[in-house]
């Protein structure tokens, strides 16, 4: 028969889905209204920079490609009637390609100056505050799911082939007591380390509690199915000082 055995793994739970926020453009910070511990929807403004010398070179690059675009419509018009040169008409097409390239460059960089929650969430981390210069690519805030809670576990060779996605599991954490929690198989990494002979699983809290957090200890019990076995009733196993044995009848 093949049987079923539990067996128990620890790790630790951890947020699969976290998103740490960089600037792309260096400015003053105005506005940072959330701490850690906020929970902030998607959408809503999380870090707002100074944007004034952008936006005033901005409303620059817009009046030098309506200028481009004019010049140009007044060089078609004269082309149409062959009073201007076919090299003169190519510089203008190419000013104007150049102002609206511009354009469009500085609305990216003054859109960079304002940074929205990508997804429902809890800020994590705050390393900056209002008044700060950032530079680019400084890390402002750390953005985490708290939904998307896993148990990060290192589970054995042995164990691994007997585990598929989906399978169910039982999630106990320390800091909250005996209570056992839901949690199915959500990823099992491919490899394993050569040193440990240990593979990674990840194992997600079907209904987490509020009072759960990243970083907490959990341990985590799989029914794995084990190799087949002969089997015997246990009323037929027989013990002395040499061990167990059974009786078996021959022909």
Do not use: C, W
Not at 124 to 138: F, S, Y
Not at 140 to 145: P, V
Not at 147 to 176: C, F, N, T, W
Request: net charge neutral.
């Amino acid at each position: 028969s093949t049987l079923s055995q539990q067996r128990t793994f620890t790790g630790s739970l951890r947020a699969r889905r976290v998103v740490r926020i960089h600037a792309l453009e260096e400015g003053r910070i105005i506005s940072l209204p959330y701490l850690e511990g906020d929970a902030v929807k998607l959408g809503a403004s999380i870090l707002a920079l100074d944007d004034k010398l952008l936006s005033t070179q901005l409303a620059k690059a817009v009046a030098v490609r309506r200028e481009s675009e004019a010049n140009l419509a007044r060089l078609r018009r004269l082309a149409n009637q062959r009073m201007v040169a076919k090299d003169e008409l190519l510089r203008s097409e190419t000013a104007v390609d150049v102002a609206k390239a511009e354009e469009s460059l500085l609305r990216t960089r003054v859109g960079y100056t304002r940074v929205v929650a990508p997804f429902d969430g809890v800020i994590t981390d705050r390393l900056v505050e209002p008044g700060d210069i950032l530079q680019r690519h400084d890390h402002a805030l750390t953005l985490a799911d708290p939904d998307s809670l896993v148990a990060d576990l290192k589970v054995s060779e042995l164990v691994m082939p007997h585990l598929s996605l989906g399978d169910s599991a039982q999630v106990r954490i320390d800091a909250l007591g005996d209570t056992s929690f839901a949690g199915t198989i959500e990823r099992i990494h491919p490899n394993l380390d050569p040193a440990t002979r240990l593979g990674r699983v990840e194992v997600r809290l079907t209904a987490a509690p509020d009072a759960v957090r990243a970083g907490q200890f959990a341990r985590v019990s799989f029914q794995v199915r084990a190799l087949d076995r002969k089997l015997v009733p246990f009323s037929a196993v027989r013990r002395d000082v040499e061990g167990e044995y059974v009786f078996r009848v021959d022909d």
